[in-house]
């Protein structure tokens, strides 16, 4: 069965610092992966998708994540956050299983950007 | 205009009484799905939509129903709410079922 761990609930980093954010997936077949976005009263918004092309894959506002299949991993990166980068980051497995595909989420990772 | 409108955004209800949330797109996407949203434990699914006469339970389904109305509408019914019901409830949509999901903006519901 599919299922998707994302590591710490809160991560903060100070402007202009690294973001990563983590995120395991387990999946018996090739999955999709994707990682979206949610600031604060609106909802999800795409920030990019992995479908079996390129490993690395760019999104929006400088985001980016590497798809790792020996490491059952798709960890979200951007160089230098900023303050606008301030949201919850939800990653998300989409694969055919029993009664066909199936999207299933994270629980979710705040991310916080300090001055 | 917004792609995906949910309505009402807020909701005050009282434990026994039947609501409805109502969901709307304009993006021609067959495929709409019902999430509800609890800190910690991310989105899950409740139903969701393949087409207008394809609907399935998620996996959260117990206490809830849905009606697909047409191709663009899709609403939510708590048929006797409760407290652990209390939520942030999105309605999302997709071409194909490994599409990007579009969101609704969400409705806040608090159930007394």
């Known amino acids: 069965a599919q299922s998707v761990t994302q590591l710490g609930s809160h991560v903060s980093v100070s402007e202009g610092a690294l973001v990563l954010l983590r995120c395991n997936y387990s999946s018996s077949v090739p999955p999709y992966l994707f990682w979206y976005v949610q600031y604060p009263n609106q909802g999800l918004q795409l920030l990019l998708k992995y479908t079996s092309a390129a490993t690395l894959v760019k999104g929006i506002n400088g985001f980016e994540a590497e798809f790792k299949k020996s490491e059952t991993s798709f960890h979200l990166t951007k160089p230098s956050a900023h303050m606008s980068d301030a949201a919850e980051y939800f990653c998300?497995?989409?694969?055919?299983?029993?009664?066909?595909?199936?999207?299933?989420f994270g629980a979710g990772t705040r991310l916080f950007v300090k001055a | 205009d917004a792609d995906v409108t949910q309505t009402p955004r807020n909701r005050i209800t009282k434990t026994g009484k039947r609501i409805m949330l109502e969901c709307s797109q304009t993006k021609g996407h067959d495929r709409m799905y019902w999430y509800r949203q609890d800190p910690g434990l991310g989105l899950r699914l409740i139903y969701y939509s393949f087409d207008v006469k394809d609907i399935n339970k998620g996996e959260i389904s117990d206490g809830y129903s849905v009606s697909r109305q047409a191709q663009a509408k899709f609403s939510l019914s708590l048929e006797s709410a409760i407290p652990n019901q209390t939520a942030l409830y999105f309605c999302?949509?997709?071409?194909?079922?490994?599409?990007?999901?579009?969101f609704g903006p969400g409705t806040r519901l608090l159930v007394l």
């Open positions: 998300a497995v989409s694969d055919r299983g029993t009664g066909g595909f199936k999207t299933i």
């Open positions: 999302a949509t997709s071409m194909g079922v490994a599409e990007t999901q579009y």
